[in-house]
């Protein structure tokens, strides 16, 4: 693991990364998805793709790399991209998981690698949309104290900074920034996602002119399992990187 600190908006932070197969010329970067870190992204792919030198980053508020200011995807998209200058890397590809997808998208990589990505508005629940009036009703009585009964554990347990980052994310509609992607693209899908729906992905290959398809048993985590196909269709698509 390597610390990079990198300069944004008078602010600075410090992005943990790490490299594999340091001596190949190709860099394949991954993105994490949210709430998770490099080294899910490193348990399926270090250990693939001997080819390429394999970068790894922990995003701003997650594993390694800390954060205490609410950020948007564009932030973090131009912070990766200020850290790809700095480090003097041009990714032939960048994969991303959820979250990390949309931050992928707007790097604007020659090849895209979409896993589950987020990005497709999914409809709220009955449940859900009245929770969430609820909690807006009851928000000026204590909202920080009051959102423990009405956010995720996983919500509940970050920052103030990071819940603020959560909610300025959650629901983006990406449908424009696939649209506007010019390059090829490669979506892997769990089919039995609940968090990114498989039809999600199908949404996104019909609107990215160059995309190709690849649905595969399994839940938002289904990389896990399918690293080696995975890895075996990006080398075959890469041939000409």
Not at 38 to 56: D, G, H, S, T
Not at 71 to 100: N, V, W
Not at 114 to 137: C, E, H, T
């Amino acid at each position: 693991m390597a610390l990079r600190e990198i300069a944004y908006r008078d602010r600075h932070f410090s992005i943990s990364y790490s490299i594999y197969h340091h001596n190949k010329a190709d860099t394949l970067l991954f993105l994490h998805g949210w709430g998770s870190n490099k080294e899910i992204m490193a348990q399926a792919f270090a250990k693939q793709l001997p080819e390429y030198r394999l970068l790894f980053v922990d995003l701003p508020g997650f594993g390694q790399s800390p954060n205490d200011y609410p950020l948007t995807t564009e932030d973090y998209a131009k912070i990766m991209q200020l850290f790809l200058e700095q480090m003097r890397i041009r990714p032939c590809a960048i994969a991303g998981h959820s979250f990390g997808g949309k931050v992928a998208t707007l790097l604007q990589p020659p090849t895209l690698i979409l896993l589950s990505s987020a990005g497709i508005v999914v409809p709220k629940s009955l449940k859900v949309r009245l929770k969430i009036r609820l909690f807006k009703m009851l928000k000026p009585l204590g909202g920080s104290a009051l959102r423990k009964y009405f956010v995720s554990k996983d919500a509940n347990e970050m920052s103030e900074a990071m819940y603020q980052t959560f909610k300025n994310v959650v629901d983006e509609d990406f449908t424009p920034h696939f649209q506007s992607y010019q390059g090829r693209a490669l979506l892997f899908w769990g089919k039995h996602d609940q968090a990114t729906p498989l039809h999600s992905g199908e949404t996104i290959a019909s609107l990215i002119q160059d995309a190709k398809f690849y649905p595969l048993e399994g839940d938002h985590f289904f990389f896990l399992k399918h690293s080696p196909f995975i890895a075996q269709t990006i080398e075959q698509e890469l041939s000409s990187c």
